[in-house]
């Protein structure tokens, strides 16, 4: 058993202590990977929960229960800092990026401690498939919602459309590594595949401009 809360605190206190000697484009990646810290373990307890009332297993669980709630929680604050402080396109994608790493890292952290570091290929799972998901989800997430803006369709239903495609992304990997043998294998490396294909997308279309 690991207490979440205290591994929050060990990597939360020397980020916030730093965030107030960097300025400008550090500081907003490092509140934001700290917002996607908390929000893991909001995510955590909301998806516990729904998993005890629902009776559901683990996997289900992770297919069903996991993609739909992680991504909301992960949303709420680009869309806070998009109304706020009215986030440039560049803004809203180290938002989600660094939100998305923040949630990977904190996660990947838990799963160390609760299950060792002894076997290698797991560790590199977890970082080259699972962490990397968490950040794909969110460049896709982060592009959607600009060319939401771009086309001048930035509302309730826009953003659901571009909320689901996350979802979708997420529980689709969490479907294909749920099965062992080939569907496994093709789920650990779409993230990575995703994470190439939208660079070079971006880079061609440039879908985000200053």
């Known amino acids: 058993m690991i207490y979440a809360e205290n591994i929050l605190i060990c990597i ?12 400008g484009t550090a500081r907003r990646f490092v509140i934001s990977f700290l917002i996607g810290m908390i929000t893991c373990l909001l995510a955590a307890y909301i998806g516990g929960f729904f998993k005890l009332t629902s009776g559901l297993s683990n996997d289900d669980t992770s297919v069903y229960i996991s993609p ?23 803004e809203v994608l180290l938002t ?3 939100l998305g790493t923040g949630f990977a890292t904190f996660e990947n952290c838990c799963y160390i401690l609760s299950s060792s570091a002894q076997n290698l290929s797991l560790i590199l799972i977890r970082g080259a498939a699972v962490g ?3 950040i794909v989800s969110m460049v896709t997430l982060a592009m959607a919602l600009h060319i939401l803006k771009r086309v001048r369709i930035f509302s309730f239903a826009g ?8 979802m ?14 080939i ?5 650990y490396a779409s993230p990575l595949i ?9 880079r061609k279309l440039k879908l985000i401009e200053e």
């Open 132 to 134: 990397v998901m968490h």
């Open 168 to 181: 979708t992304f997420h529980a689709f990997y969490n479907l294909l590594v749920s099965e062992p043998g």
């Open 96 to 98: 989600a990026v660094s």
């Open 159 to 166: 953003i659901l459309g571009a909320l689901s495609f996350s």
């Open 12 to 23: 939360a206190v020397p980020l916030a202590i730093s965030a107030l000697y960097v300025k």
């Open 194 to 202: 995703c994470a190439v294909l939208l660079y070079f997308i971006d």
């Open 68 to 90: 739909v709630v992680e991504e909301i929680l992960k949303l709420l604050p680009i869309l806070f800092f998009i109304n706020v402080f009215e986030l440039n396109s560049k």
């Open 183 to 187: 569907p496994s294998y093709l789920g």
